[in-house]
């Protein structure tokens, strides 16, 4: 079976850090992607992981740790904007699984 | 590159209406995927193709639903008869066979049937 499993609300505040997490099982394993949603948008790519470790891109950073089937989203210096939906992907080697979704509010 | 290119960006339809969603893949893009997403199930895959050969269309939820891809550089999905719980959003998205950037997604479309 495949199932992913997230949060699904976070509430932060701006200036702060805050980490979504992530948890999965999946058949095959072909990486790991970080999506995020603005209301009534598409998903938009933020982040990939294939291998153990922490990949970092600016104010974001995704962790990985497929023995643990684990990932987490990390955001620095929260922003207003950075207020949207935070999708978990998995890539079983032939198309994604998502997870559901963590809808972060940041607060002024 | 424009991107994905979904049509129409809004559908209302009144039930057992035909309706049908267009997508105009990135081009050199080998694989196109129909998503659907509502608050309740999130996103679901539907149906992807493959170089236009339909791969995996077991997340077609019913025999109402049928996607087709003509050419490399568009395609389609259709609904018939329409029903209420159809209403989402129908995303369609594009991706090169190593892409590790995952997909691009189009602006889907907000489909409700009344």
């Known amino acids: 079976g495949q199932n992913i499993d997230q949060p699904t609300e976070m509430t932060a505040t701006e200036g702060a850090i805050v980490q979504i997490n992530c948890t999965y099982q999946?058949?095959?394993?072909?990486?790991l992607f970080w999506y995020q949603q603005h209301a009534g948008e598409a998903p938009t790519f933020l982040s990939y992981?294939?291998?153990?470790g922490l990949e970092e891109k600016g104010r974001f950073s995704s962790f990985l740790s497929r023995s643990k089937g684990y990932s987490y989203l990390l955001l620095k210096e929260l922003q207003m904007k950075d207020s949207a939906s935070y999708l978990c992907?998995?890539?079983?080697?032939?198309?994604?699984?998502f997870g559901p979704g963590t809808r972060l509010s940041v607060l002024p | 590159d424009a991107g994905v290119i979904q049509s129409p960006r809004h559908e209302v339809t009144e039930m057992g209406q035909e309706v049908t969603l267009r997508c105009k893949p990135i081009?050199?893009?080998?694989?196109l995927f129909w998503y659907r997403q509502t608050m309740m199930r999130g996103l679901e895959l539907l149906i992807y193709?493959?170089?236009?050969?339909?791969?995996?269309d077991s997340g077609m939820p019913e025999d109402r639903f049928s996607a087709k891809m003509p050419n490399a550089s568009f395609s389609t999905l259709k609904i018939q008869p329409s029903e209420p719980r159809d209403s989402a959003v129908y995303f369609c998205?594009?991706?090169?066979?190593?892409?590790?950037?995952?997909?691009?997604f189009g602006s889907g479309t907000r489909l409700t049937v009344v």
């Open positions: 998205a594009s991706s090169l066979v190593s892409d590790n950037y995952g997909y691009t």
């Open positions: 081009s050199g893009h080998d694989y």
């Open positions: 992907a998995v890539s079983n080697g032939q198309n994604f699984v």
């Open positions: 992981n294939v291998l153990d």
């Open positions: 193709f493959n170089n236009n050969v339909p791969i995996d």
């Open positions: 999946t058949s095959g394993f072909n990486g």
